[in-house]
């Protein structure tokens, strides 16, 4: 059992400890999209939800069980969300992500899985629209759990 | 431990708990090492002089000293270096010895990987090797053993003492089949070797493997206990190079490191009792904190046959590199696969029934001769304080909130 948690560097355990933009927020509210990714029994789960008016994201929250490296990079993609378009933040790639967190090659599912989180949640945010708010309780995820 | 200030100090300090990797070199070691570096540093093959002759009298010593941690002759200890060395010359040598009566190996799905890898180059080359399954609590049964023995079993290969969950095999029955059936037993007892009293006459075991830096001697020294008699076990050198160590492994001799060894061994031998019970009160101590303050932590491993030192729990919702990097003051391992190269989690939680989820949320603890009462109240602290904090960011752990209150609001209703 070697612990290689030395590995992930400082930027990871710097946000470890600060945990920024946790938290959630209800499901069902009309403003609301949720997404969530990985799987539980693989040791990662990624949640990640928006309130979004008018196109542009107002809040976004994470909550993660998973190494440190998912736990920053879902902190990082609701930060670099929170202010965006729906279209901008849906652009926000996983290498960018993985370079601003220093994250080892090892680790790179870690930002994918916090990119295809919010991927997730801008997609159950859209299909609400669309549906009106009567299927506002559905939540898209990129894998059960 | 020094903490002159206030908690920031202690903060700063490292604890150690990851006493089943390794740990650290006993003063007293340290000092009856130091002589044997640049004073007497001759080399014990050497039979031409009195350099030689000292280092030769200096290993001969320890030998006896050291066989008689696990009641052996001196003549039956042959220095490695070290357990993985030892495991692999016990497995090997013996298959290149027998592999013509018999090619099937009996073992565990939760041996080191030393044993397991040496298993699986085996098989690579002809041989049948059985990999028996353990209970939920991580021991193997002596029935199982019986019932997978073959004519052609040539050895059964089994640890004393796990080394992630400390649960302890019932070497003594498996001792009396191997016997019975006239088998070789080989046995790990790397984690086991100067926790518990062993006696290999007792223990019915033919080769054993154990190695000085678990109990607080120096890395790069281990030792293959090899019956002598009844029955004298011969086995194949796996390196090639001189006649050293009887003919079973060749290289000059480690003289520093086997003085080391003995002497932590002689601590051992002095100490143990003594000192198994207060670390076990310690570790049940440090149990009994942790569960006291948070729900669902499970113990991984049989709650008394185990090592005294070991305390593997899983917390629920929380994954293990998370919780160390958390925690990251005190020094422990996880079974979470993101702290393995495999990105698998541990093969002993899963050979044990653990669920995968669960199996990533684990931490071994290991207690050592210097924690300190101290140490292991403001561990408690850390770790209540660390898992609350993940729990907190862990939908896994919002989702089994809203379903224990979604079920009390069904139930009210």
Redesign the interface.
Same mark, same amino acid.
């Given at each position: 059992m070697p612990a290689h948690y030395a590995e992930v560097g400082p930027k990871v355990a710097m946000r470890c400890a600060q945990l920024s933009h946790a938290g959630s927020m209800d499901p069902s509210h009309p403003e609301v999209g949720t997404g969530a990714a990985g799987k539980s029994s693989a040791g990662e789960f990624v949640r990640i939800q928006l309130k979004v008016r008018r196109e542009r994201i107002l809040q976004a929250r994470f909550k993660a069980f998973g190494c440190s490296g998912s736990i920053a990079s879902a902190s990082l993609a609701s930060e670099w969300a929170e202010g965006k378009t729906l279209e901008e933040a849906g652009s926000i790639r996983e290498s960018d992500l993985a370079a601003a967190l220093e994250l080892p090659p090892t680790r790179r599912h870690c930002s994918s899985l916090a990119k295809e989180a919010l991927r997730c949640a801008i997609r159950n945010y859209r299909e609400k629209c669309r549906h009106g708010e009567n299927l506002n309780s559905i939540v898209s995820t990129g894998g059960s759990r | 431990m020094k903490s002159s200030g206030g908690g920031s100090a202690v903060r700063q300090a490292r604890i150690y708990m990851?006493h089943h +990797?390794t740990t650290p070199v006993d003063p007293q070691v340290l000092k009856a090492m130091l002589p044997y570096f640049s004073e007497e540093f001759g080399n014990a093959a050497s039979r031409s002089h009195s350099f030689g002759w000292r280092a030769e009298e200096a290993v001969e010593e320890s030998r006896e000293t050291i066989a008689r941690l696990i009641h052996a002759g001196p003549k039956e200890i042959v220095f490695t270096s070290g357990a993985t060395e030892s495991d692999n010359l016990a497995i090997l040598g013996i298959a290149e010895m027998l592999g013509e009566r018999g090619r099937h190996i009996l073992t565990c799905s939760t041996e080191h990987l030393a044993v397991l890898d040496c298993c699986r180059h085996l098989e690579r080359r002809g041989f049948q090797v059985t990999y028996l399954p353990v209970d939920s609590t991580g021991r193997v049964s002596p029935d199982e053993v019986r019932s997978a023995l073959r004519p052609e079993t040539i050895l059964i290969s089994l640890m004393a003492a796990n080394n992630?969950v400390g649960s302890l095999h019932p070497i003594l029955e498996i001792g009396k089949i191997a016997k019975e059936r006239e088998v070789l037993f080989h046995c790990d007892a790397s984690q086991a070797v100067g926790k518990i009293p062993l006696d290999v006459e007792a223990m019915g075991v033919d080769l054993l493997s154990f190695t000085a830096h678990k109990l607080y001697g120096p890395k790069g020294i281990g030792a293959l206990y090899v019956r002598r008699k009844a029955p004298r076990v011969r086995l194949a050198a796996i390196l090639h190079g001189g006649g050293h160590e009887g003919g079973m492994r060749p290289g000059t001799l480690n003289v520093p490191g086997i003085v080391g060894f003995s002497k932590a061994c002689e601590i051992a031998g002095k100490v143990m009792m003594e000192e198994s019970s207060r670390i076990a009160e310690l570790r049940d101590r440090l149990h009994r904190g942790i569960v006291s303050e948070l729900e669902e932590v499970r113990l991984n491993g049989h709650p008394e046959l185990r090592l005294s030192n070991n305390l593997n729990l899983s917390f629920a919702?929380?994954?293990g590199?998370?919780l160390?990097? +958390?925690m990251?003051d005190v020094?422990?391992?996880?079974?979470? +696969?993101?702290?393995? +190269?495999t990105q698998e989690?541990?093969h002993v939680l899963k050979a044990m029934g653990v669920?995968?989820?669960l199996a990533?949320t684990s931490l071994?603890f290991g207690l050592g001769r210097f924690n300190t009462r101290e140490e292991v109240d403001y561990v408690i602290g850390r770790v209540v304080q660390s898992v609350k904090?993940l729990r907190?960011?862990?939908?896994?752990?919002?989702?089994a909130l809203d379903e224990k209150r979604g079920s009390r609001a069904g139930a009210l209703r």
């Open positions: - | 990851d +990797a992630e919702y929380v994954e590199e998370a160390m990097l +958390a990251d020094a422990v391992s996880s079974g979470s +696969a993101c702290t393995s +190269a989690p541990s669920s995968d989820e990533h071994r904090k907190e960011i862990s939908p896994l752990y919002e989702m």
